[in-house]
Nanobody, 120 residues
Framework: QVQLVESGGGLVQPGGSLRLSCAASGSIVSVNAMGWYRQAPGKQRELVATIIPDGSTNYADSVKGGFTVSRDNAKNTVYLQMNSLKSEDTAVYYC??????????????WGQGTQVTVSS
């Protein structure tokens, strides 16, 4: 029904930057919140940042000041600009979107995940 395709992960040195993108496609009537979660080895998946259609955002305390989430509503795409990366930011990053596929309510969809590794 709905596919979320992520891109932009990779290996970066501490203090470096990366930009993740996630495009939603398929049987989409409307998209509510979009965002990013991450899961480090041996840890639970955690919220990184979310954004709703009017541009209001929410961030985990650990990324405030370093990460910026944005979206292009016309393209159903969400971005995550990550600056001043630290080794503890190493994780698989997952895109999430709340999508109405014609049922009248929003369902959760997830991307396949993209690896971000911060290491010298």
């Amino acid at each position: 029904q709905v596919q979320l395709v992520e891109s932009g992960g990779g290996l970066v040195q501490p203090g470096g930057s990366l930009r993740l993108s996630c495009a939603a496609s398929g049987s989409i009537v409307s998209v509510n919140a979009m965002g990013w979660y991450r899961q480090a080895p041996g840890k639970q998946r955690e919220l990184v940042a979310t954004i709703i259609p009017d541009g209001s955002t929410n961030y985990a305390d650990s990324v405030k000041g370093g990460f910026t989430v944005s979206r292009d509503n016309a393209k159903n795409t969400v971005y995550l600009q990550m600056n001043s990366l630290k080794s503890e930011d190493t994780a698989v990053y997952y895109c999430n979107a709340e999508v109405d596929v014609g049922s009248g309510w929003y369902e959760d969809f997830w991307g396949q995940g993209t690896q971000v590794t911060v290491s010298s």
